[in-house]
């Protein structure tokens, strides 16, 4: 392995310690069912918004910071496993995330996306979430390119204030 390899990140520590591990999925729910039920206050699984019927909150394996996914409560798969409302909320709460990501981190431009599927590259392909990722003008350098390594700017904890204290502005003009 080659020092280019490794990256020194250690603000990661306590988030690799047993007692700060996720919470882990569990058979009878998805892993973002686990997380919405699991108790745990917003802090600490970076919920930054609560619906009726959806919620959002921090990637925690984000591509930038700020990566916010926006999904519904209960797991499906696919978009037309969606109800009706469940899906006007989902995308209230897709614009709601795109605005308080301008707010907090005034992006050169934001990406939304949804991965159907693990051959469209879901990693949790049983519960549907859209990906809501802040990006800027030479964000992509050779470390991603290269390296396949992502350098973030700033722990989840400071992130998730960030986007917590931007929500309640969040709003579309227009």
């Given at each position: 392995?080659?020092?280019?390899?490794?990256?020194?990140?250690?603000?990661?520590?306590?988030?690799?310690?047993?007692?700060?591990?996720?919470?882990?999925?569990?058979?009878?729910?998805?892993?973002?069912?686990?997380?919405?039920?699991?108790?745990?206050?917003?802090?600490?699984?970076?919920?930054?918004?609560?619906?009726?019927?959806?919620?959002?909150?921090?990637?925690?394996?984000?591509?930038?910071?700020?990566?916010?996914?926006?999904?519904?409560?209960?797991?499906?798969?696919?978009?037309?496993?969606?109800?009706?409302?469940?899906?006007?909320?989902?995308?209230?709460?897709?614009?709601?995330?795109?605005?308080?990501?301008?707010?907090?981190?005034?992006?050169?431009?934001?990406?939304?996306?949804?991965?159907?599927?693990?051959?469209?590259?879901?990693?949790?392909?049983?519960?549907?979430?859209?990906?809501?990722?802040?990006?800027?003008?030479?964000?992509?350098?050779?470390?991603?390119?290269?390296?396949?390594?992502?350098?973030?700017?700033?722990t989840l904890a400071s992130t998730w204030r960030r986007v917590i204290d931007a929500w309640p502005q969040a709003r579309c003009d227009g």
């Amino acid at each position: 392995m080659s020092m280019i390899d490794r990256l020194w990140a250690g603000w990661r520590a306590n988030y690799l310690q047993t007692e700060d591990q996720p919470v882990m999925q569990t058979k009878e729910s998805t892993l973002f069912e686990t997380i919405l039920d699991s108790s745990l206050p917003d802090e600490e699984t970076y919920i930054v918004w609560r619906g009726e019927l959806c919620y959002a909150l921090l990637n925690a394996f984000p591509y930038t910071s700020g990566h916010v996914m926006v999904l519904p409560n209960r797991g499906v798969a696919d978009l037309c496993d969606l109800t009706e409302t469940e899906h006007r909320e989902l995308f209230d709460g897709v614009r709601m995330a795109v605005s308080a990501l301008r707010t907090a981190f005034a992006p050169h431009g934001v990406n939304v996306g949804i991965n159907l599927g693990r051959g469209a590259g879901a990693g949790i392909p049983d519960h549907l979430h859209v990906h809501v990722v802040p990006r800027w003008k030479g964000d992509t350098n050779f470390m991603t390119a290269i390296a396949n390594t992502r350098v973030l700017p700033e722990t989840l904890a400071s992130t998730w204030r960030r986007v917590i204290d931007a929500w309640p502005q969040a709003r579309c003009d227009g």
